[in-house]
């Protein structure tokens, strides 16, 4: 029998939001309305106790920070994480729990970082860097253990800070101006992944809920880890976390 622990869950609402921001980086633009379905996403990113348990039992490479003493406390989010490394693992908690996990798309993070308000610039509103003076000795050395920031207006831990995200879409800087107006996946191909959110490495550690990143998916960096989500329609077993 497997060791897997099951995700908390939050269940993010259908909805419509105006992705990007007009404002801001140019793959940012243009501005289109998206539509999605309800989904699942999870309430913390994936652990290194969560990570190890999948490692162990599939006999996947440890990670490459495993033994580094600022990154390697169970409770922290697990780093080091390939997109390759993500993909597997959400295949592997697909088969242990019999429920359908994978990586959030861009536009489920962006619309579940903002709670599907483009009023709320960051997840937990419109302060930046500067108005958050509480944060600003926190991150030095690693990332903090998940759970310690509810920055989501919707609940979701560490959106928007502490490490980014590995989002399941190829990056392309126009895809917004092709992309479908409900429920986009990003394109079809690419070179490198989407990525979001905030990472501990840089002098500001924060993002905008707007904002994109990518690197190439083979890639593993210390500050590069996930979150799982879930079709609704996919879960039969799924307790709601609120």
């Known amino acids: 029998m497997s ?20 404002s801001a980086a140019s793959d940012e633009q243009p501005v289109p309305e998206v539509g999605l ?80 308000s483009v009023q709320n610039i960051y997840p937990w509103g419109d302060r930046g860097w500067p108005e958050l003076p509480e944060l ?37 800087a126009n895809y917004y101006a092709v992309s479908p107006d409900r429920n986009p996946k990003g394109p079809p191909e690419g070179t490198r992944r989407s990525s979001r959110g905030g990472s501990w490495r840089h002098m500001i550690k924060i993002t905008r809920c707007a904002a994109r990143s990518s690197i190439p998916p083979a890639m593993r960096y210390a500050d590069y880890g996930f979150r799982v989500a879930a079709n609704i329609k996919d879960q039969i077993n799924i307790i709601q976390i609120r």
Not at 66 to 79: G, I, K, W, Y
Not at 139 to 144: H, L
Not at 151 to 164: S, Y
């Open 3 to 22: 060791r897997a622990i099951e995700p908390e869950l939050i269940e993010i609402p259908a909805g419509s939001f105006l992705m990007g921001s007009a």
């Open 136 to 172: 600003h000795l926190l991150f030095n050395r690693g990332p903090c253990k998940v759970g310690e920031f509810p920055t989501g207006l919707w609940g979701l831990h560490e959106i928007g800070m502490n490490v980014h995200e590995w989002c399941s879409d190829w990056y392309d």
């Open 37 to 116: 379905d309800p989904f699942w996403l999870g309430k913390f990113t994936v652990t290194n106790r969560e990570f190890e348990i999948f490692a162990v039992e599939t006999a996947h490479p440890s990670l490459p920070f495993a033994n580094d003493s600022d990154l390697n406390h169970p409770d922290q989010p697990a780093v080091g994480v390939s997109w390759h490394d993500a993909s597997a693992y959400c295949s592997w908690l697909s088969s242990a729990t019999k429920q359908a996990f994978r990586l959030p798309t861009e536009a489920e993070w962006e619309y579940a970082a903002c709670s599907g």
